[in-house]
């Protein structure tokens, strides 16, 4: 079900209706209106061109964390094909062991 929540962006009241839980969407909303702020205190614009660049902002965070994910997966990726591989080698090196001590004992008994 979804939630409805009033939350303040730069001294304006939005209500966002989402299934996420209403301290989320304050989270997000906060998080928002502090980058609008930062936009805001920081370069001489009016809000329709802070939004944009605020906007704009959050975009280039967004494609730079999925890149940043992407490479994660890849070296999680390769980690896992390593102790595959690890794992392979160890279950050769039992078996092997297994028949060293085999003819060991045949040896020893004979």
């Not at 979804?2 to 939005?14: L, Q, T």
């Amino acid at each position: 079900m979804a939630n409805r929540v009033v939350v303040s962006i730069c001294g304006e009241e939005y209500t966002f209706v989402a299934e996420e839980s209403a301290s989320y969407m304050q989270k997000v909303g906060s998080y928002v209106s502090d980058k609008m702020n930062e936009v805001l205190n920081s370069a001489k614009v009016g809000r329709t061109d802070a939004a944009i660049l605020t906007a704009a902002n959050i975009a280039d965070e967004l494609f730079k964390a999925q890149t940043a994910a992407e490479q994660l997966r890849g070296q999680i990726k390769g980690y896992l094909d390593e102790a595959g591989k690890a794992q392979a080698e160890v279950s050769e090196l039992k078996r092997e062991v297994f028949r060293l001590q085999q003819k060991l004992d045949s040896r020893s008994h004979g």
